[in-house]
């Protein structure tokens, strides 16, 4: 099931992200987050009017969604990012899928232009599900970061979507 998240989500939230940090190059960072790291995070996801959903499965949440500005300067006020987070052992049931697409139906209804997926260049699988959806390659990063040992590519990966009725600069 998919639904809002609410703060009473946060530890099972930070389980999940926590595990990418140390276990995956989805997530270009060293050090897990404190549980008072991700709720300043789901304040600011309130505060800042961005989809915060969770997949819930046998009573706990087992992944999460999001996304929020790609950049911070208004002209990018219809482009954002989007994050997808599934708990290790319920990874390649399909639950990235259904999140990706309740996120790609609110931006939609939110009416932004461009999502960006930004992918560590070795995950296809990631890469696979964002194709399937219509994400076009738009671009790589060679060692934009460097993770257990190695330097990471990071690939961008684009979908347009049906935009504003009527865009403003401001």
């Known amino acids: 099931m998919i639904r809002q998240a609410t703060e ?18 989805a997530i270009y960072d060293y050090t ?3 549980l008072e790291e991700r ?7 309130k505060q800042d009017g961005s989809p915060l959903l969770v997949f ?12 929020g500005s790609f950049r911070v300067y208004p002209a990018f006020k219809y482009s ?17 899928k259904l999140l990706l697409k309740e996120l790609i139906d609110i931006a939609n209804k939110d009416e932004y232009m461009t999502v960006v997926a930004c992918i560590d260049s ?18 790589t990063i060679t060692k934009a970061g460097y993770k257990f040992g190695k330097w990471l590519d990071l690939v961008f990966y684009q979908l347009d979507l049906d935009g504003p009725k009527a865009p403003v600069e401001s």
């Open 56 to 67: 819930e499965k046998d009573e706990r949440v087992v992944g999460f969604a999001t996304y």
């Open 8 to 25: 009473k989500d946060l530890l099972d939230i930070l389980e999940i992200y926590n595990d990418a940090i140390l276990n995956t190059t």
């Open 39 to 45: 709720k300043q995070w789901y304040e600011k996801k």
């Open 32 to 34: 897990e987050h404190s």
């Open 122 to 139: 070795l995950n296809e699988g990631s890469i696979k599900i964002h194709e399937k959806f219509g994400f076009k390659y738009s671009g």
């Open 80 to 96: 954002i990012e989007h994050s997808i987070y599934v708990h290790k052992d319920y990874r390649n049931l399909g639950i990235g």
